[in-house]
């Protein structure tokens, strides 16, 4: 943790994205999953687009974030216009849709 921290005072990505992931997972820190949006927020202003899927999960789940599925949608799609073809991000896409879907019947 200590290491990822003072990378991501210099603004790496995945340095930003790592710390998000300590955070959530409380590997190193206490869990914290406002602590993980946050760090999350700022990989996603450096085009990360793991962080942009990590982001749209936890809107999509309400972890640490309130529920948003439009926020979701659109971090997923975001992560889906840097990740060209990836399958676990057109998957979560996919699955949320069909959420939206089902709570409007």
Not at 34 to 48: G, P, Q, R, S, V
Request: overall charge negative.
């Amino acid at each position: 943790f200590r290491l990822n921290s003072i990378a991501a005072a210099s603004g790496m990505p995945f340095a930003l994205f790592n710390v998000g992931c300590h955070y959530f997972s409380g590997h190193g820190v206490k869990q914290n999953m406002k602590e993980a949006a946050y760090w999350w927020e700022l990989a996603t202003e450096k085009n990360l687009p793991e962080a942009m899927l990590n982001l749209g999960k936890m809107y999509a789940q309400g972890l640490g974030l309130k529920e948003d599925r439009e926020k979701a949608i659109f971090w997923y799609k975001k992560a889906v216009g840097e990740i060209e073809g990836d399958i676990d991000v057109e998957k979560a896409l996919r699955e949320l849709m069909e959420k939206m879907d089902q709570s409007k019947e």
